[in-house]
């Protein structure tokens, strides 16, 4: 018999259940994150643009009684927020728009700020959470415990879903709880019942695809720079190639809006079709898609291509790095 035995033994320790041990990577991952002082600060500071729904929703509450208030959310959500028939129902029936109203304020807070803020949490946070394990080859001591890479992938997505969960999902559901309690009785849950459930499933596809896409990134590579700016280039590059593609055939045309105009523009009697090349950015696709969720997509285009284009993303994504974990535990 060796006095040493350094070949593979059977583990002999507390198992946990087959569920919960993603949540065991996923814990120390979120612990070691919030080490960074530096996420912490941007975690606060994601939480600030919920003030201007939270406003929104006030105003629109009070507007009954205080004109002053009625004027600023029917100015808000003919200008900003592009809905003049909207702001046309909040001055004739008030009560009929309460759905619609607060329906808009929280997709605006899913689709601007809120998105921006994802774009640059992930971009911080994912590049480090396999492209590192796999630098210092810290994965060994993962799959050393009986572990399969499924459960290895899926608590270092959880990592993100939780960032992702503070600052959108939560937000967003405490924006629809001042909402009621705002309101002059109870029985607005009655109308707006829903529209908890519409936050959580605009936070499932906030945050599948693109917590897939940024892990794929990340697994790529070992050098957690290259996965970053890949993630960030991603983003950009897609923008940029929509706004560009889709609105150079008004420019080449001659029809142009006027540029000092009142309201919002109707694209489409300037030949624009803002349908034609979303699915070439990932903001545009994910929009399209959550505006469906909300009930408040305005554009004639199926949003079938748009939910294949981010589950394709998810499925693809997933398989990526599954392949990838298999390959190394493989050499």
Do not use: C
């Not at 697994?219 to 720079?225: F, G, I, K, Q, Y």
């Not at 105009?261 to 903001?283: A, K, Q």
């Amino acid at each position: 018999m060796p006095v040493h035995d350094l070949g593979y033994r059977k583990w002999s320790g507390v198992r946990a259940d087959q569920f919960l041990r993603p949540l065991v990577i996923a814990r120390g991952g979120i612990a070691l994150i919030l080490k960074r002082r530096w996420l912490r600060v941007l975690l606060v500071l994601a939480w600030l643009p919920v003030i201007l729904p939270a406003l929104g929703i006030f105003a629109f509450e009070f507007s009954s009684t205080e004109p002053d208030m009625q004027r600023m959310i029917v100015s808000a959500v003919s200008g900003p927020l592009g809905r003049p028939d909207l702001g046309a129902l909040i001055l004739s029936d008030a009560e009929s728009a309460r759905h619609e109203v607060w329906s808009t304020l929280i997709l605006a807070y899913f689709r601007y700020p809120q998105l921006f803020a994802m774009v640059g949490l992930i971009g911080l946070i994912a590049p480090l959470l396999i492209s590192y394990d796999l630098r210092t080859k810290a994965y060994l001591m993962y799959f050393s415990r009986p572990l399969s890479p499924t459960q290895y992938i899926v608590g270092k997505s959880a990592v993100i879903w939780f960032f992702l969960a503070v600052v959108a999902t939560v937000p967003a559901l405490l924006l629809y709880v001042m909402g009621v309690l705002l309101s002059p009785d109870l029985s607005v849950i009655t109308q707006t019942w829903d529209i908890p459930l519409r936050i959580l499933a605009a936070s499932v596809v906030l945050m599948l695809p693109t917590t897939t896409l940024a892990v794929v990134y990340s697994s790529l590579t070992a050098e957690s720079r290259y996965a970053t700016f890949s993630w960030f280039a991603t983003w950009a590059m897609g923008f940029v190639a929509y706004q560009f593609l889709t609105f150079t055939a008004a420019a080449m045309s001659g029809k142009r809006p006027p540029r000092r105009r009142r309201g919002p523009i109707n694209w489409e009697e300037y030949g624009v079709d803002l349908d034609r090349w979303r699915l070439l950015s990932p903001y545009h696709t994910l929009g399209k898609v959550e505006a469906w969720v909300f009930g408040l997509d305005s554009t004639a285009a199926s949003v079938v291509p748009a939910i294949g284009v981010l589950t394709g993303i998810t499925v693809i994504g997933f398989w990526i790095v599954h392949r990838r974990i298999v390959a190394r535990l493989s050499v």
